[in-house]
């Protein structure tokens, strides 16, 4: 396990969904951005209803890839927005903001490693 998510979890998803852990990682990592940009623009709007949603979706994904810092930071931000504390949402969201940098490099790290080390050898090289 790394700091930010577990790889044998990835490992795990590869087995259930047939797809490589690069692929399942980068499509996860995807989804995850995109519902993190909405959780921004939800809280820019005071729209926290949106922003539970969004946090909601992203919580899943971080779930699945066992990224335990990640899952308790959106965890803590969808239980502030649901309840409508807007205090509480501030200091949830500077919380995902203080984990999710380094949890997205790791991933995107993560995801490059695993699709290089499962393409077949170009022309002239060998196993």
Request: aromatic fraction near 4%.
């Amino acid at each position: 396990m790394t700091t930010y998510f577990d790889l044998d979890r990835i490992a795990e998803l590869q087995d259930v969904m047939g797809a490589r852990p690069g692929a399942i990682v980068a499509s996860m990592l995807r989804n995850m951005t995109a519902a993190i940009d909405e959780v921004e623009a939800a809280f820019d709007a005071g729209e926290l209803d949106r922003l539970t949603q969004a946090a909601h979706l992203c919580r899943n994904d971080a779930l699945m890839l066992g990224a335990k810092p990640l899952l308790e930071a959106l965890t803590a931000l969808e239980a502030a927005s649901r309840d409508h504390d807007e205090s509480r949402t501030r200091e949830a969201l500077d919380g995902l903001r203080a984990v999710w940098p380094a949890t997205r490099e790791q991933l995107a790290h993560a995801g490059r490693d695993q699709q290089a080390s499962t393409k077949p050898p170009t022309r002239g090289q060998g196993p």
